[in-house]
């Protein structure tokens, strides 16, 4: 009765629905397998190389129980059944996950593995509460997070789970962790200074706890550490979502558990319209007369604009594989409304260039600022970087830790350098952009 647990987003060993149900049931084998990189939205660069610190913790952590961590590189549909012969396995559980194609590989390994009397059991390891109690009365989707967030603050939220003793299955041959070619060969990932694995997850939440309460008056200052910083672990589940809601949860921080509820929100609204990876939510959206230039692209992607708070953020993104969330509203922002670039083209960009890359986040975040999706801004907020530069980083810290080139102007003249030699001059003039921008939304009207 071996049961195989198939980790994807979900590499974690505590508040494992999953493992719980699968130690009941007998000997426990665990694996993960990467995929290979054939199909939309395979996991970006960046991502990858986080992956590789978080395999080799939850290895560890595993290897600390007696138990394997299998490894492989390929198609699931192919790795998956291999597995479950090699192991005589008579079940795999794996985490649901919106991800179109997972969605897929799970549909097909549900019937594929049904034919040999292998059970598919899927749970939700990665939401807060079943996702069937947060839709509305007459089951439809929620469209607006307000009215979400009341929904989902009447329900209860599962304390996490403990970690369970489980009875290894005996080890199989097993592919390498530097086999599968997750760190790059030319080390552009130095910068991506985060300690891997639940050592770095708890150490940062116990870390911000302390200062959790004042999260709202604080979180928008770049140049603070005042955010979690969890979210490149909540990508991977090295620590779950509940886990953070109920620490957090205890140190009276309402506005950071509104963060965590928007993120249920991002899960919630794919789950139910999975085309919005590529596809406006509003359709008239798809009018709209986006243009895009690789040379415009490139300067925005190497944070050569001419605005400094635009160009720190991409820089820091570069360097650390993360980037502040009140910066990145702010650099995508100027690249729909400024630039007039299709917001899918941004949201390739983050996917491929972030740790914390998470495709509900990615996608709710995008069309939220281009101002097509759910609870979408309204066109027309069209970001200010000089105006968003004086009033979240007025004594110009975060641009002089990004921007070296500017680090010796004064406070007053940071946020707007034009002219400084050695730094580029704005790419556009921002009210040229804005009514530009204005002009190009009144076309769907």
Request: hydrophobic letters at 40%; aromatic letters at 12%; a neutral charge.
């Amino acid at each position: 009765m071996t049961t195989l647990v198939w980790f994807r987003r979900d590499c974690r060993l505590t508040d494992h629905p999953g493992i719980h149900w699968a130690s009941s049931r007998g000997p426990v084998a665990f694996g993960y397998v990467v995929p290979s990189p054939d199909y939309p939205w395979a996991m970006g660069a960046a991502q990858q190389s986080w992956l590789h610190g978080t395999l080799a913790s939850l290895s560890a952590d595993l290897g600390a129980r007696q138990a394997q961590l299998l490894l492989a590189k390929g198609d699931p549909l192919t790795v998956i059944p291999q597995w479950v012969t090699d192991l005589s396995a008579t079940a795999v559980v794996v985490a649901d996950d919106p991800h179109p194609q997972h969605v897929k590989w799970d549909q097909q390994l549900a019937e594929h593995l049904a034919k040999c009397g292998v059970l598919y059991h899927r749970v939700n390891a990665l939401r807060l509460t079943e996702p069937f109690e947060q839709y509305k009365a007459d089951g439809a989707p929620f469209r607006v997070f307000t009215p979400f967030w009341k929904r989902l603050q009447t329900l209860e939220v599962p304390l996490p789970l403990p970690d369970r003793p489980v009875d290894p299955a005996p080890p199989i041959p097993t592919a390498t962790l530097s086999s599968l070619g997750l760190k790059p060969h030319v080390p552009w990932d130095l910068g991506f200074d985060w300690v891997p694995g639940r050592e770095g997850a708890l150490a940062l939440l116990s870390r911000f706890l302390p200062q959790a309460s004042a999260y709202g008056l604080h979180r928008n200052t770049p140049s603070r550490v005042s955010t979690s910083c969890l979210s490149p672990y909540l990508a991977l589940g090295v620590v779950s979502p509940r886990e953070v809601w109920h620490s957090v949860s205890l140190a009276q921080a309402p506005t950071f558990l509104s963060q965590v509820g928007w993120r249920e929100f991002a899960y919630h609204t794919l789950e139910g319209a999975p085309q919005l990876v590529d596809t406006p939510l509003q359709p008239s959206f798809e009018r709209f007369p986006w243009s895009f230039d690789a040379d415009t692209f490139q300067r925005w992607t190497s944070g050569q604009t001419g605005y400094p708070l635009v160009d720190a953020g991409m820089r820091e993104l570069w360097q650390t594989g993360w980037m502040h969330n009140r910066v990145r509203m702010v650099v995508a922002s100027f690249l729909v409304k400024h630039l007039l670039m299709p917001w899918q083209e941004g949201a390739a960009w983050f996917w491929d260039t972030l740790i914390d890359a998470d495709l509900p986040n990615n996608t709710l975040g995008w069309q939220w600022v281009a101002g097509c999706g759910v609870d979408a801004a309204p066109y027309f907020r069209v970001f200010n970087p000089f105006l968003q530069s004086k009033k979240f980083d007025p004594q110009g810290r975060y641009i002089r830790q990004w921007v070296p080139e500017l680090a010796h102007l004064s406070s007053d003249r940071i946020h707007d350098p034009d002219g400084v030699p050695g730094y580029p001059r704005p790419m556009v003039d921002h009210a040229t952009a804005r009514q530009r921008a204005l002009d190009a939304w009144a076309t769907l009207r």
